[in-house]
């Protein structure tokens, strides 16, 4: 994340806790929502669609 400024650090930051939380607790807690969660990591992140898929699943925890 070194290349990153400090406000896209704060929102990768952000962008991973959104897209752990369940689709209501997201709604609760404000700000971004897990769609715009996901356009950011693809946009600024180079995510693809698929990792990201496997992020809110779970699956790839131990990579990141």
């Known amino acids: 994340m070194g290349k990153l400024s400090v406000l896209d650090q ?3 930051r952000i962008a991973l806790k959104t897209l752990r939380l369940s689709d ?3 709604a609760i807690m404000g700000g971004q929502t897990k769609d715009e969660a ?3 990591l693809k946009r600024k992140m180079n995510w693809s669609d ?3 898929r496997r ?3 779970f699956e790839i925890m131990a990579n990141l």
């Open 10 to 12: 704060h929102c990768y």
């Open 24 to 26: 209501i607790g997201a």
């Open 38 to 40: 996901r356009d950011f």
């Open 50 to 52: 698929e990792k990201i």
């Open 55 to 57: 992020y809110e699943s």
